[in-house]
């Protein structure tokens, strides 16, 4: 199959919040974009509304713990387009909130790395390669501030350690891919008004997803291995 012009996108983790908003947006670049998410009657929905605004945008179920549900996704992309050019890993749970370290239960923490940290593994493990065999891609690693060593406090020890790795990720693999066009960087969206965020919180879902969509399409010459907060970096 021939590469087409038009860029394929991959969100996960998309069917509301900041993940949606990403959705939305991508697609009104003219990018095609794949929803995904857990659970496909929330995703479809989703999807559903934002077609009705005029975006290209596809659904996929998919849980990022899942290894046989990223293969089908793999092969869904493989099968229809041949490419992938960007990828934002958006998935992601806040499980243990304000418990301390020495009260956070293991299979928490276990369930929070499984999600927030090695499920943008596997999924950057399954993409890469067709990305490198185009000799194009964009990674964008959903992290939070909550994840910089350098302002690192107590308590949400899973989230937090869980953001971190992810952080760690995102250096190691640019380092790895710097010579594949194929930029990888990590961002803090900000206290967002989402779902985990709540309705208190100060950021719009469009202040939440602007450094997703500026890092997910940067030119080549673009930064890469980097950790941004409104376009900016900020300390790992």
């Known amino acids: 199959m021939k590469q087409s012009s038009q860029k394929i996108a991959i969100v996960t983790g998309a069917n509301r919040g900041i993940g949606l908003e990403t959705c939305r947006q991508l697609s009104q670049q003219g990018i095609r974009t794949i929803l995904t998410s857990r659970d496909e009657t929330k995703g479809q929905a989703a999807v559903g509304n934002l077609r009705e605004e005029g975006g290209e945008v596809l659904y996929h179920q998919l849980d990022v713990t899942d290894l046989g549900g990223i293969s089908r996704l793999r092969s869904f992309v493989d099968e229809n387009f041949d490419q992938l050019d960007i990828l934002v890993n958006n998935a992601g749970v806040f499980l243990d909130r304000g418990t301390s370290v020495f009260d956070l239960p293991l ?130």
């Open 107 to 236: 299979e928490i923490l276990q369930e929070t790395m499984e999600v927030n940290f090695i499920g943008a593994l596997k999924m950057c493990q399954a993409f890469v390669p067709l990305m490198r065999k185009n000799r194009f891609g964009r990674i964008v690693n959903v992290s939070s501030g909550m994840g910089s060593i350098t302002s690192m406090g107590g308590h949400s020890a899973a989230y937090k350690l869980s953001k971190a790795t992810l952080n760690a990720l995102t250096s190691i693999m640019a380092d790895e891919l710097k010579e594949d066009n194929i930029l990888v960087n990590t961002m803090a969206p900000g206290w967002v008004r989402t779902d985990m965020g709540g309705p208190s919180a100060p950021r719009s879902l469009a202040q939440g997803a602007d450094t997703i969509i500026w890092l997910a399409t940067l030119p080549d010459d673009g930064p890469t291995g980097g950790f941004f907060e409104d376009r900016q970096m900020v300390p790992w």
